[in-house]
């Protein structure tokens, strides 16, 4: 079965750092490049970053752009997403999303890991 | 980087048609053929219906069909049916030789 399961998420002070992560199995992850969506409470889906398959080509949305890093481990099967200087706005279910093999979308989702930034 | 535009809310009896619009500009759905569309439903994970503006995944029901003019493209469900009934969003790659997206602020889709 195809499967993407998030961790690291949890209630954090703004201005601190967590790392999410995104354990997939039941496909070959080395084939597929990979996303973190966001989704804050109540609200919209936000796309926040994407990575090739070789991490040779990597992108950010604006506003975290600077503060959150991702990468992956194709030895591990696994995405990161590492995120500095937290803010209020940062509040949100964070997805970890697999690109669709045959046209340009996002296919598999996880259940997210919800991040809660407040002192 | 500004959220593609959708009506907040949409709705329509059992089998009517109902149409969500998703306005754009140049640098993404007017630029690319890269229009994709997902279903929510409350406490679930999105769903993919729609890629590459118009195509179907296996299994998605031909009721969902997708199509684009200039900076606007559209998701119409046919025959609707009470389990349509969830929020859907539009997304465009904007990247320009990298990675970057675009999703569309959600439209509600009520079946009366």
């Known amino acids: 079965e195809v499967q993407l399961v998030e961790s690291g998420g949890g209630l954090v002070q703004p201005g601190r750092s967590l790392r999410l992560s995104c354990a997939a199995s039941?496909?070959?992850?080395?084939?597929?490049?990979m996303h973190w969506v966001r989704q804050a409470p109540g609200k919209g889906l936000e796309w926040v970053s994407g990575?090739?398959?070789?991490?040779?080509?990597?992108g950010y949305a604006d506003s975290v752009k600077g503060r959150f890093t991702i990468s992956r481990d194709n030895a591990k099967n696994s995405l990161y997403l590492q995120m500095n200087s937290l803010r209020a706005e940062d509040t949100a279910l964070y997805y970890c999303?697999?690109?669709?093999?045959?046209?340009?979308?996002?296919?598999?989702w996880g259940q997210g890991t919800m991040v809660t930034v407040s002192s | 980087q500004s959220a593609l535009t959708q009506p907040r809310s949409v709705s329509g009896s059992p089998g009517q048609s109902v149409t969500i619009s998703c306005t754009g500009t140049?640098?993404?759905?007017?630029?690319?053929?890269?229009v994709s569309w997902y279903q929510q439903h409350p406490g679930k994970a999105p769903k993919l219906m729609i890629y590459?503006?118009?195509k179907r995944p296996s299994g998605v029901p031909d009721r969902f069909s997708g199509s684009k003019s200039g900076n606007t493209a559209s998701l119409t469900i046919s025959g609707l049916q009470a389990e349509d009934e969830a929020d859907y969003y539009c997304?465009?790659?904007?990247?320009?030789?990298?990675?970057?997206?675009?999703f569309g602020t959600g439209t509600k889709v009520t079946v009366l």
């Open positions: 999303a697999k690109d669709w093999a045959l046209g340009d979308a996002f296919d598999i």
């Open positions: 997304c465009s790659y904007a990247g320009s030789y990298t990675f970057r997206y675009v």
């Open positions: 140049s640098s993404d759905v007017g630029g690319y053929n890269y």
């Open positions: 990575i090739s398959w070789n991490s040779g080509s990597i």
């Open positions: 039941g496909f070959t992850f080395d084939d597929y490049a």
């Open positions: 590459d503006v118009s």
